[in-house]
DNA sequence: CTGAAAGCGCTTACAG
DNA sequence: CTGAAAGCGCTTACAG
């Protein structure tokens, strides 16, 4: 069933059935009425990639995700979605791995699907080479600062991660955490986890309490089982921590797990924090202590900015979006 | 950049540059060597949507995937697409919601994307109505059974979900639980939860302990929330409960907490047990006996069925993978 | 308000 | 081994 069918059996043109289909002006009430009959009556579905083919104009608008198992993306995904849809946009969404290259993706999806915008949710700065100069639809980032980027009109919505991760390690300081240990991502400078561990070293220092990598950092990927081994690696290291920083909420999970297996009872002999606010911090035992970012913010500025980017031209921004430290049950006082 | 500006700068034919984007057979060595040369340095890609707008035969694989939160769905996916992708084959996977229409989204899926295969994970039965006459491709559902289905040529990969919920009964009945209270999915007939619970029914009856849902059973939806919610009205209607079985993991973890919350210790004074074996299962705590659904199989199972179908022609397959009762820390022996 | 025609970027017989 | 031509299903000026 094709369009030139449609205009055979309703006695039209394929021109009249095409701006039907499109819901253009310039077509007779009757006319319109009949075509849209013999559609549904024929079960019709136009051939988007002859439509996408032909169409000059962007008309949709791509969601680039890093990563299939982020609780957190999991969450802005759904509150993006339905911000999108009450403007009547139409959105693709495509999941690529964690490790994978953003960029290269979006590049094949920009010739493909003809994107009129690009929301990224996630990614890794340092893909965002030369390669985005050949861009020239509105871009923006969730989650991830791109103020540093010098190529493209590419803008953010983001936590700052440094301040956080420092305001976290001032608390824990404040309640008395002397020997903190922390674990996180690997230290590539593109990489939040990058950002976040540069927080921490903040934080240490602006408390005047001395940090030592080796003996109280173990890197980590973002996982349960990543959070739960290297737990294990640190307290082997320094049984001697009060406090575990785990740099997201997922390896927090994970590092509560593993210090119960231990027969060491979280918080009251080691607390443990974690980062990003996703469900599980809510339900797990202890309920944990983390900073929250604030999900609702970033998925509207981030929509508003996109669409704003879209209908008139404007320089890039870069907008930091609220966190707050929720104090749950997993971190104690040990001033008390 | 199109393929006429490569032909162009290459100096040969739009069909030569063709064959070899195409990596045909039927061009010189010389040929194929300057026109690769010419599309590497110009960064040419094709146009994915001419492409597919001319290609007779389908050439890729469509994985549907029904709700963006399920970590079962998500383990699963993970080794669909490495099966896939060691055996070369292309895949297009896409999220719809939860309570989404699949059928209708498999419809557009296949006219788009030249589909030569779908395979569905998770799927609502009683969506696959005539519309599925019109297809003419193989499909796959996994983790819900289709034997029932009489439209179109459909296989499916699953779990035997209402003997694994007896199986659970029982287990539970046999460590002295008598008063057993029941959380789960809506009852509608096509939903796995439909399954579930019909196990819980049988394996009630045969161990000659009745079961009454009025007192004992509560819906509720795919959510640690919901399973908090539905635990707080259980035990409310009904606080001599000594066992809950979640029809689901993730409604398991919403328990947990709901119980802890109530100062009601798991598994002391209450046993908790879920359904799937999702990661969460191994590391909240108390660890969570569950059935564990053999997500390897189902994913290694449903890849080649999906395959043998695409490369014979065959008759639908309806494969039981198998599930395994996982005793952990979350449920107690009444009877010592 | 309507239809005939051109063309989007590609693949695939066909003829050479 | 190679190129010219037809055509996939659609949209969009253009002329009426």
């Given at each position: 069933?094709?369009?030139?069918?449609?205009?055979?059996?309703?006695?039209?043109?394929?021109?009249?059935?095409?701006?039907?289909?499109?819901?253009?002006?310039?077509?007779?009430?009757?006319?319109?009425?009949?075509?849209?009959?013999?559609?549904?009556?024929?079960?019709?579905?136009?051939?988007?990639?002859?439509?996408?083919?032909?169409?000059?104009?962007?008309?949709?608008?791509?969601?680039?995700?890093?990563?299939?198992?982020?609780?957190?993306?999991?969450?802005?995904i759904e509150k993006v979605q339905s911000?999108?849809?009450?403007?009547?946009?139409?959105?693709?969404?495509?999941?690529?791995?964690?490790?994978?290259?953003?960029?290269?993706?979006?590049?094949?999806?920009?010739?493909?699907?003809?994107?009129k915008g690009i929301l990224f949710l996630?990614?890794?700065?340092?893909?965002?080479?030369?390669?985005?100069?050949?861009?020239?639809?509105?871009?923006?980032?969730?989650?991830?600062?791109?103020?540093?980027?010098?190529?493209?009109?590419?803008?953010?919505?983001?936590?700052?991660?440094?301040?956080?991760?420092?305001?976290?390690?001032?608390?824990?300081?404040?309640?008395?955490?002397?020997?903190?240990?922390?674990?996180?991502?690997?230290?590539?400078?593109?990489?939040?986890?990058?950002?976040?561990?540069?927080?921490?070293?903040?934080?240490?220092?602006?408390?005047?309490?001395?940090?030592?990598?080796?003996?109280?950092?173990?890197?980590?990927?973002?996982?349960?089982?990543?959070?739960?081994?290297?737990?294990?690696?640190?307290?082997?290291?320094?049984?001697?921590?009060?406090?575990?920083?785990?740099?997201?909420?997922?390896?927090?999970?994970?590092?509560?797990?593993?210090?119960?297996?231990?027969?060491?009872?979280?918080?009251?002999?080691?607390?443990?924090?974690?980062?990003?606010?996703?469900?599980?911090?809510?339900?797990?035992?202890?309920?944990?202590?983390?900073?929250?970012?604030?999900?609702?913010?970033?998925?509207?500025?981030?929509?508003?900015?996109?669409?704003?980017?879209?209908?008139?031209?404007?320089?890039?921004?870069?907008?930091?979006?609220?966190?707050?430290?929720?104090?749950?049950?997993?971190?104690?006082?040990?001033?008390?």
């Amino acid at each position: 069933m094709t369009i030139k069918d449609i205009a055979e059996i309703s006695g039209y043109g394929l021109g009249t059935v095409s701006r039907v289909i499109n819901n253009k002006s310039g077509v007779s009430d009757k006319a319109r009425e009949e075509i849209l009959r013999v559609i549904k009556e024929s079960n019709y579905e136009p051939n988007s990639n002859a439509r996408l083919l032909k169409m000059r104009d962007g008309s949709v608008i791509g969601v680039i995700v890093k990563g299939n198992h982020n609780f957190l993306f999991a969450d802005i995904i759904e509150k993006v979605q339905s911000a999108f849809s009450d403007v009547k946009e139409n959105v693709i969404t495509e999941y690529i791995d964690e490790d994978g290259d953003e960029v290269e993706h979006a590049l094949r999806m920009i010739r493909d699907k003809n994107l009129k915008g690009i929301l990224f949710l996630g990614a890794n700065i340092g893909f965002f080479d030369e390669r985005m100069n050949q861009v020239d639809i509105p871009c923006v980032i969730l989650t991830t600062n791109a103020q540093s980027l010098k190529v493209g009109k590419i803008s953010s919505v983001s936590v700052n991660d440094e301040e956080a991760a420092c305001e976290m390690i001032s608390y824990l300081i404040n309640k008395g955490h002397v020997n903190i240990g922390v674990i996180g991502g690997t230290l590539s400078e593109n990489q939040i986890s990058f950002s976040r561990y540069k927080g921490c070293e903040k934080g240490f220092r602006e408390n005047q309490i001395p940090f030592r990598p080796k003996t109280n950092y173990v890197p980590c990927r973002y996982s349960m089982d990543a959070g739960y081994e290297a737990t294990k690696v640190l307290l082997d290291k320094n049984p001697n921590i009060t406090a575990i920083f785990a740099l997201s909420d997922i390896m927090a999970f994970g590092a509560i797990r593993a210090v119960n297996d231990m027969e060491i009872r979280v918080p009251e002999d080691i607390s443990i924090a974690g980062f990003d606010g996703i469900s599980i911090s809510e339900y797990c035992i202890p309920r944990l202590t983390t900073i929250r970012q604030d999900t609702a913010t970033i998925a509207s500025r981030g929509v508003n900015l996109l669409l704003k980017n879209i209908h008139y031209e404007c320089e890039s921004e870069h907008y930091r979006a609220p966190f707050s430290l929720i104090e749950a049950e997993s971190v104690i006082d040990l001033n008390r």
